[in-house]
């Protein structure tokens, strides 16, 4: 497999005295599309911040791999001044090299990052300022630097939060070859039929984990209407 697996082992996490995830133990297969779904507050994204190190906790994460650890991140928004004059290819040379940005993308990084830029349909964009997109289309150029270099780790907080259908189709084209690949996806998705269509398993969190196993089988009407009341 390329991908990472990841073991949280007793994982708590508590923030000016509040408890925001209790108890949580949780593999994710390397190779596997794992879904995080559950209400809003119940603790989803901190464990994703958890696991790439941005939040304090109590417990164990530990990560084990065969080749590089490579790890890409989508995140719901991206937060920044929308006046900066930094354009698409400003930010995908930002994000991949030591060269300053204003000599443009390096010959190393330029072949595959146009590749992505035209599978997600920005390439045409990639002149344009990164403020002046729209935010289906930046979330499209979040996905390319994400997967460049191609990670063997691919971490996505709800990227598709106010995106079109299109943008939602190259979202699930990319999964399904990362899936091919053998790259592990953990996804916080709200989307559940999608969830049960692209995803090997899911887990449910509101404060701790409350189900986790094969979506079809764990997404029941009755589960859905207990959680999300």
Not at 25 to 44: I, R, S, Y
Not at 157 to 175: A, H, N
Not at 199 to 220: H, M, N, R, W, Y
Request: charge should be neutral; hydrophobic fraction near 40%.
């Amino acid at each position: 497999m390329n991908g990472i697996q990841i073991d949280i082992k007793n994982l708590n996490l508590t923030l000016s005295n509040n408890k925001i995830l209790k108890d949580i133990n949780l593999t994710v297969k390397p190779g596997e599309v794992h879904c995080l779904v559950g209400p809003n507050g119940g603790g989803k994204t901190s464990l994703l911040r958890c696991i790439l190190g941005q939040m304090p906790f109590e417990g164990e994460i530990s990560m084990s791999y065969e080749n590089e650890k490579i790890i890409g991140y989508v995140p719901q928004v991206l937060d920044f001044e929308k006046t900066l004059p930094i354009t698409v290819e400003d930010f995908m040379a930002i994000s991949c090299q030591n060269l300053p940005c204003f000599f443009g993308l390096s010959s190393k990084h330029k072949e595959h990052i146009n590749q992505l830029l035209k599978k997600l349909a920005v390439y045409e964009k990639r002149k344009r300022l990164l403020g002046n997109l729209s935010g289906g289309e930046r979330q499209r150029v979040l996905l390319a630097q994400a997967l460049h270099p191609t990670p063997n780790l691919l971490i996505l907080d709800e990227p598709l939060t106010g995106i079109d259908k299109i943008g939602e189709e190259y979202f699930k084209e990319i999964i399904l070859e990362l899936k091919k690949q053998g790259i592990t996806v953990l996804w916080i998705h709200h989307n559940l039929s999608q969830v049960k269509e692209l995803a090997d398993k899911v887990t449910c969190i509101k404060q701790e984990i409350i189900f986790s196993g094969i979506p079809k089988i764990e997404l029941t009407d009755d589960k859905i209407l207990r959680i999300f009341q």
